[in-house]
């Protein structure tokens, strides 16, 4: 018990922290995903659509880093995506074993409808702060990624 208080005292303001980090990223996230459904999509939906229309042709595992997801839960959305008509798997050329995941014209024209809404959404979102607090805000956040 002793001990359990020494590391709660010596540690409060890092736990206080951690409690108003996930409390501001859970609001921003419910915020954010507002947008994306008004289109039909999930949040790993819309992930592939932006990462595809900004780097074009990807492979699966490319979207797997990019994205920060599961293989398996990337199968599913990429099954569904396809199914949807957003995206198809065409041949990788300097790989005969691959494919890589490329964008419709029904993917693009969804894409370019959601983006300017959506960075309009995120410019409110954290227009809460002014631009030299956003500044600093990623200064320390970018601390974490050691």
Partial sequence: MENVQKALEKNQEALRSLVILHRASDTIYKQEIETIKKYNL????????????NKGD?????????LLSTSGN???????????GYITK???????RASRIHL????RKTIEAILPEHYDNIGRI???????EQETLNAIL???KR
Avoid at 58 to 66: A, F, G, N
Avoid at 126 to 132: C, I, K, S
């Fill in 74 to 84: 990337m199968t599913v959305v990429i099954k569904n995506m396809i199914r949807d």
């Fill in 42 to 53: 999930t949040m790993g939906q819309f992930g592939v659509l932006e990462a595809l229309y």
């Fill in 90 to 96: 065409v041949p990788d050329c300097h790989d005969k």
């Fill in 142 to 144: 970018k601390k974490f």
């Fill in 58 to 66: 990807l492979r699966i595992q490319e979207l797997i880093d990019k």
């Fill in 126 to 132: 954290f227009g809460v702060l002014n631009l030299e």
């Fill in 104 to 107: 419709t014209d029904l993917g």
